[in-house]
C-alpha cells in the first residue's frame, strides 16, 4: 500500500492533485480543503500522506484503485475517522471535507448539529450520527494549529477569504461555486479586508 507521494504538483482539477514523479504522474483525490492549500504550491514539490481504496462494483467487474492524499498524518486520521460513521464511507466524506479538520472537529465536539450540517452531503440525521460516534474523540483534532504555506495570501487576509467562503455555503453555494467565486476575486488587486468586501467584490466581478 502508498502510504505517501513526494513529487512535482504538475496540476490541480476540482477534486484531485496530479503529481509527476520521475516519468510517471499519479492522480492523488483530496478534499476542498486540502485543495484550498495547495493551491499556492503549483510546480513545486509536495509530499502528501496518502491512503488508498477501490471503487467500483465487485459484480460489475470492474475495481479501480485510488488514492486519497492529505498534507499531515492527523488529517488523514481524522479522514479516516470519520469514513468509519456508519453512512458515511470514503466518497461522501471526501465530497464534505470542504472545511478544515479543526473547525469540523470542534463542531463535533460542541455537537454543533447546525454547523455540521452545512456541509456537503451532510444532513441533520447524519450529522448526529458522527456526533454520536465521534463526540468523545474530538481533543487532538479541535486543538490543531493551521499549517502555514509560504505563497498563501497574509494570514489576515486568508482568513476572511475562509470566513467568505464559509459564508457562501451558508447561502447555498456548492463547495466548488464558493471556491471559483473567492478564488476570482483574491487573485485581484484590491485588498480585501472584510467578508463584506469580498462578497462585494463578488457581487461586482458578477455585473462585469
Do not use: W
Amino acid at each position: 500500500m502508498i502510504t505517501r507521494i513526494t513529487g512535482k504538483l504538475a496540476r490541480l482539477t476540482d477534486d484531485a492533485a496530479r503529481i509527476e514523479v520521475g516519468a510517471l504522474e499519479y492522480e492523488v483525490f483530496i478534499p476542498e480543503f486540502v485543495r484550498r492549500q495547495l493551491q499556492a504550491l503549483l510546480g513545486n514539490e509536495v509530499s502528501l500522506k496518502t491512503i488508498e481504496y477501490v471503487e467500483g462494483n465487485t459484480q460489475g467487474g470492474r475495481l479501480v484503485p485510488r488514492m486519497i492524499g492529505f498534507l499531515a498524518d492527523v488529517e488523514l486520521e481524522f479522514f479516516e475517522m470519520v469514513c468509519s460513521v456508519d453512512g458515511m464511507g470514503v466518497k461522501k466524506t471526501l465530497r464534505a471535507m470542504v472545511r478544515p479538520v479543526r473547525e469540523v472537529a470542534e463542531a463535533i465536539e460542541e455537537q454543533n448539529l447546525k454547523e455540521l450540517s452545512l456541509l456537503p452531503g451532510i444532513g441533520p440525521a447524519m450529522s448526529e450520527r458522527i456526533v454520536a460516534k465521534l463526540r468523545r474523540k474530538m481533543a487532538k483534532f479541535a486543538l490543531m494549529v493551521a499549517k502555514e504555506f509560504p505563497a498563501e495570501p497574509k494570514s489576515a487576509e486568508r482568513g476572511v477569504l475562509h470566513e467568505a467562503f464559509e459564508a457562501l455555503l451558508s447561502l447555498g453555494y456548492n463547495a466548488v461555486e464558493a471556491r471559483e467565486k473567492v478564488d476570482a476575486v483574491s487573485a485581484g488587486k484590491t485588498k480585501l479586508k472584510s467578508v463584506e468586501d469580498v462578497i462585494l467584490a463578488i457581487y461586482q466581478l458578477g455585473r462585469e
